[in-house]
């Protein structure tokens, strides 16, 4: 299994960045697939997951800002990230797990990609 991001870069505030996600390896009728960041000496925490029936949940800190989609076609998963603020910095990694249900969890997830950065400038 195979997930790579690419997307990330550095905005400045108010800005958007698209990420995606290209997976590889698997097929699985069930599962989650998700964003989660981590900046600088803090714990990775989950910013948006989608899970095999199409529902999606955001955290509280990027919803109304952020959109998590897929393309099945392409084995892509895309986060549209718009009105950027500093505090959205951090490194970027998406994940998937072969199983419904908690898409939030980090723990929970399998597979990883080796994440992008995210900068966002005031």
């Known amino acids: 299994v195979q997930l790579v991001e690419s997307g990330g870069g550095s905005v400045q505030a108010g800005g958007s960045l698209r990420l995606s996600c290209e997976t590889s390896?698997?097929?699985?009728?069930?599962?989650?697939m998700g964003w989660f960041r981590q900046a600088p000496g803090k714990e990775r925490e989950g910013v948006a997951s989608?899970?095999?029936?199409?529902?999606?949940g955001y955290a509280h800190s990027v919803k109304g800002r952020f959109t998590i989609s897929q393309d099945n076609a392409k084995n892509t998963l895309y986060l549209q990230m718009n009105s950027l603020k500093p505090e959205d910095t951090a490194m970027y990694y998406c994940?998937?797990?072969?199983?419904?249900?908690?898409?939030?969890?980090?723990?929970?997830?399998?597979?990883w990609g080796q994440g992008t950065q995210v900068t966002v400038s005031s």
């Open positions: 994940a998937t797990k072969p199983r419904r249900g908690l898409c939030e969890r980090p723990n929970l997830y399998n597979y």
């Open positions: 989608i899970d095999s029936d199409g529902s999606t």
């Open positions: 390896g698997y097929t699985y009728s069930r599962y989650c």
